[in-house]
């Protein structure tokens, strides 16, 4: 059975930072793509970050280039990102992505709140 479960979110004052966390089971990590997603109230989910199985290149939405960081740990088969200079267009339901030749798979979300 796969799982993917996220946590780390909670509510933060503006240019305040967060650590997502995403731990995996039930798939070779090592081999998935992962990525961050995220889902604003009334919007639409959207691409913020991923992070590839071979070399570790990595990717990032114009919006969070420069504040957010993604990483893996293919021993704990955990991802992580850490959320930097987080602005009040931050706040939204953060999921974790794996992405593998067999299938796509999601997290049941973490809520990140920015707000004074």
């Known amino acids: 059975q796969v799982q993917l479960v996220e946590s780390g979110g909670g509510l933060v004052q503006p240019g305040g930072s967060l650590r997502l966390s995403c731990a995996a089971s039930?798939?070779?990590?090592?081999?998935?793509?992962m990525s961050w997603f995220r889902q604003a109230p009334r919007k639409e989910r959207e691409l913020v970050a991923s992070?590839?199985?071979?070399?570790?290149?990595?990717n990032y939405a114009d919006s969070v280039k420069g504040r957010f960081t993604i990483s893996r740990d293919n021993a704990k088969n955990t991802l992580y990102r850490q959320m930097n200079s987080l602005q009040p267009e931050d706040t939204a339901v953060y999921y974790c992505?794996?992405?593998?030749?067999?299938?796509?798979?999601w997290g049941q979300g973490t809520q990140v709140a920015v707000s004074s």
């Open positions: 992070i590839f199985s071979a070399g570790g290149r990595t």
């Open positions: 039930g798939i070779t990590f090592s081999a998935a793509a």
């Open positions: 992505n794996a992405y593998l030749n067999y299938g796509s798979y």
